[in-house]
């Protein structure tokens, strides 16, 4: 990789241009600079973070701030639980994504509590840290990647998710949507944020597997795992997770059996499980069913691409010349104290107010668990 041949900060989401598109709102400077920061990586905020971001305390100035903004329909309050112990702010009006370049942005759209709380954990990892440039919308990554590198990685090889069918299938890439940082010292560091959502790593395992060739296109990486006090006791498995992934390459005769066996699996609709081919089967057990089955889908949604990824030994050497690592950010914040309200995925309950519109889909049965409920403060 060499130095952009553009200004780096006008590769980052935040960037001069889309701040001063915000200041046409009526907007002083680090208004514009904070809600540009809302809408790229979250689209819901707190007050709290407001301050911190402005270096004030909670008083008049802030509370006129997001009066201003209520007032003129810029956000949607959320006030969630009977308690009334917190707010959010989901900034869901269009001409302010239209400013910046984002009409579409799925952060203006209704969400789950449980998604919307997420999301406030990763604004919080993002304002904390300004030793990078941070990447957070689709449109931006895919720029970065395919102008800033000397040798770009193929863009069929970037994280991507389909969506549809037939003429109306779409195809997304950078699905998981969560930011990636650029050091402003030097351009080499890249951070790689994933948030925790559950006490095993196997959503894990698919992220590293979706982000292998992105992370071997970087002369040095981070994956930088946010964790809410709920799973500080997982860090162990999550290490050994990437340890796992990262430093135990794929025999390359093993991924070409797997592309049949795979491939079979998906035409008799049989289910995955130990082969009854004897060689396949010892190899099977040495990498482990569960790798395998995040291989399995990554491979249906991937095809050979991932299969190709798993054999090479580019991410293992990075790992060993220690430019490649893993790290941990706890997240100490309470996030409203909304222990108990995060259970379900409906986003109101009894006792919940929304001044101007329901926040998420109608109740659910309890067979559809939000996997971002787990997110309840401990």
Not at 150 to 175: L, M, W
Request: hydrophobic share 40%.
């Amino acid at each position: 990789m060499s130095p952009p041949w553009v200004p780096f900060s006008d590769y980052a989401s935040v960037r001069p241009a889309r701040v001063h598109a915000l200041q046409a709102f009526g907007l002083t400077e680090r208004q514009a600079r904070f809600l540009t920061h809302v809408l790229v990586f979250s689209g819901v905020f707190l007050e709290r973070q407001y301050c911190q971001f402005a270096g004030i305390v909670h008083g008049q100035k802030s509370h006129d701030f997001l009066a201003r903004l209520i007032q003129r329909g810029f956000v949607t309050p959320i006030t969630p639980g009977s308690v009334r112990r917190g707010r959010l702010y989901h900034v869901q009006y269009k001409p302010l994504y239209e400013a910046i370049g984002e009409p579409d942005n799925r952060n203006r759209k209704p969400a789950t509590l449980g998604r919307l709380i997420a999301r406030l954990m990763v604004l919080d990892a993002v304002l904390t840290d300004d030793r990078y440039y941070w990447l957070g919308t689709e449109r931006d990554k895919v720029h970065y990647f395919d102008t800033a590198f000397d040798r770009p990685p193929r863009k069929e090889t970037y994280p991507q998710a389909s969506y549809g069918a037939g003429r109306d299938a779409v195809r997304r890439f950078f699905p998981h949507k969560l930011p990636i940082g650029v050091e402003k010292n030097g351009f080499r560091r890249h951070v790689f944020l994933y948030l925790v959502t559950a006490a095993l790593p196997w959503q894990f395992r698919q992220f590293l597997l979706d982000h292998a060739q992105t992370l071997i296109a970087c002369p040095q990486w981070t994956l930088r795992l946010l964790m809410s006090r709920r799973f500080t006791t997982a860090k162990a498995v999550y290490r050994a997770a990437f340890l796992d992934q990262c430093t135990r390459p794929v025999e390359p005769y093993f991924a070409t059996w797997l592309a049949g066996y795979f491939a079979e699996c998906q035409q008799t609709g049989r289910h995955l499980s130990a082969p009854e081919d004897p060689y396949l089967a010892k190899a099977f057990r040495h990498c482990g069913v569960t790798r395998v089955r995040a291989l399995y889908r990554a491979w249906q949604r991937q095809g050979m691409e991932a299969l190709w990824t798993a054999p090479s030994p580019y991410l293992r050497d990075a790992v060993d010349r220690r430019d490649g690592r893993l790290e941990y950010q706890d997240l100490p914040h309470q996030y409203l104290q909304c222990a108990g309200l995060i259970g379900q995925r409906a986003g109101a309950r009894r006792g919940d107010t929304c001044e101007t519109r329901q926040v998420g889909p109608p109740p659910a049965t309890t067979a559809e668990v939000d996997p971002l409920s787990s997110h309840v403060a401990q």
